[in-house]
């Protein structure tokens, strides 16, 4: 059973990989933070999978936390996008 938990969990992570490389080739702001959520949600399926494996519950939190982390960047990033957006309509209305 657990060849199984791990073959699942490179096949996860060789899909990330995957759509990692087609995503961050785009220059775009919004297509780079999918990147990262998406480095978030597959790195911790594929932790999660392998924790199972070798009955290690310190994978699990390690997960716990990779999805975190990805959460509060994508808040950010939001944040910040809203900020910006906000400077750049006031700088136009000074300069009109």
Same mark, same amino acid.
């Given at each position: 059973?657990?060849?199984?938990?791990?073959?699942?969990?490179?096949?996860? &992570?060789?899909?990330?990989?995957?759509?990692?490389?087609?995503? &961050?080739?785009?220059?775009?702001?919004?297509?780079?933070?999918?990147?990262?959520?998406?480095?978030?949600?597959?790195g911790a399926a594929a932790l999660l999978?392998?924790?199972?494996?070798?009955?290690?519950?310190?994978?699990?939190?390690?997960? &716990?936390? &990779?999805?975190?982390?990805?959460a509060f960047s994508c808040a950010a990033?939001?944040?910040?996008?809203?900020?910006?957006?906000?400077?750049?309509?006031?700088?136009?209305?000074?300069?009109?």
């Open positions: 059973m657990a060849e199984i938990l791990i073959g699942s969990a490179f096949f996860i &992570l060789a899909v990330t990989a995957l759509g990692l490389f087609k995503v &961050l080739r785009s220059g775009i702001a919004a297509e780079r933070m999918m990147a990262v959520q998406l480095l978030g949600s597959g999978l392998l924790g199972t494996a070798s009955d290690s519950a310190a994978t699990s939190d390690v997960a &716990l936390l &990779l999805t975190l982390f990805a990033f939001t944040l910040g996008e809203a900020d910006l957006q906000t400077m750049v309509s006031e700088q136009r209305k000074d300069e009109a």
